[in-house]
């Protein structure tokens, strides 16, 4: 198989042509703020020197992010349209998860840097066993420099007296401030002079999908920002965020909304029978959240002091960003003081970046990992663990109807 992969998510542009594996051709170059004007030429430096024609492709590979966002947008629209010249498959991996794969640790926590702008990092965590099999751990973030360690100890103290790898360019950038907190964690000296094309292939021809950091199947050519653009988060707030959200008891009746809801969304569905078995159970908070008369919302809990479980919490694709999640957790934390529970404990598939963002902001962190905890697909388990907060003014404006 004759495939054409795409690094670009940095200033360090590479493209490679492949076949079964072997290099035919790897042309590199450092195009500072270039990538718009400098990335075809390097493409077809790479097919000409390999004798590909576009229409020999059987794959193309872009990197998914993160990274620079105009890196990131102009490989996959490169990937893209060689793939539909030749009739090629898109494939994509993150850069995070091709640094931690390709790294070689082994019982250790592999954590990839790749720069962020200013002094901010993104940051993966994986877990790389004895045997050198890596699996993701949690959800990539962008961290200041400054805060990086604190992140990371937090990752690390859940694999203890495993040994820690910081890997990438990021790692090469702030080596001294890693080196000076955690001798030999720089060690590996892996891709501290940039992103590699080769690691991107062996990264988009690896299976495991989510659960190892791979895109799920339909997804491999989905971005990965891991950071939002401010100006769009901006405009759809002004838009969407004047309705207000009420919270409600779920009823039977809105059994079969919620079970459609939850079909579309999750692939371990929770079925309609299973919903309204749940409906009255003794501890259980099964609430509903609409915006204008619609669903937009849903959360089952259940609280047995000094705990609650957190089982299913899901926002409708329409309603996402406006606030719906943070109304639904207020809910759930004044609902837990009403109880005197003091604690919210929740499980999430560990490539669930939204919900994790989401649980972060709420003051979650991590507690523990549950090897195997999903199927379809096979995934681990974060756990994940929140103090209930006191009551505030600042929390988001909640009407709680019954």
Known sequence: MIGLSIESATDHVEAAVLEDGAVRAHVIEDVSHGHTRRLTPIVQEALRISGV??????????????????????????????????????????????LAHG???????????????????????????????????????VIAADALLDVVAEAHALLPGWALRFVGPGAGRERERLEAAHPTSTALEFRHGGLSALDLA????????????????????????????????????????????TVRHMTLDDVPAVAEAEARTFSDAWSASYFRSLIGYPGGWIRIAERGGQLAGYLVGGVQAPTCDLENICVLPSHRRCGVANVLMADLFAHCRDQKATEVLLEVRVSNDPAQALYRA???????????????????????????????????SLERLS
């Open 202 to 245: 062996a990264a988009v021809m690896r299976t495991g999908g989510p659960g190892v950091g791979l895109p799920a199947e339909g997804r491999e050519a989905d971005p990965v920002y891991v950071r939002g653009a401010q100006a769009e988060e901006r405009v759809r707030r002004a838009a969407l965020g004047a309705t207000p959200t």
């Open 362 to 396: 709420l003051g979650f962190r991590l507690a523990g990992v549950r090897r195997g905890y999903y199927r379809a697909p096979d995934e681990d388990a974060v756990l994940m663990r929140c103090p209930v907060p006191p009551a505030d003014a600042s929390a988001p």
């Open 103 to 141: 790294a070689g640790a082994r019982r250790a926590l592999v954590v990839p840097l790749v720069g962020a702008g200013r002094r901010d990092v993104y940051a993966g965590f994986y877990r790389a066993d004895t045997r050198g099999a890596v699996r993701l751990m949690a959800s990539p973030r």
């Open 53 to 98: 024609s576009p229409s020999g492709l059987e794959w193309v590979a872009a990197d998914l992010g993160p990274g620079s966002f105009t890196g990131v947008r102009v490989g996959l629209a490169t990937a893209r349209a060689y793939a539909f010249a030749g009739g090629a498959r898109v494939l994509g991996a993150s850069s995070l998860t091709a």
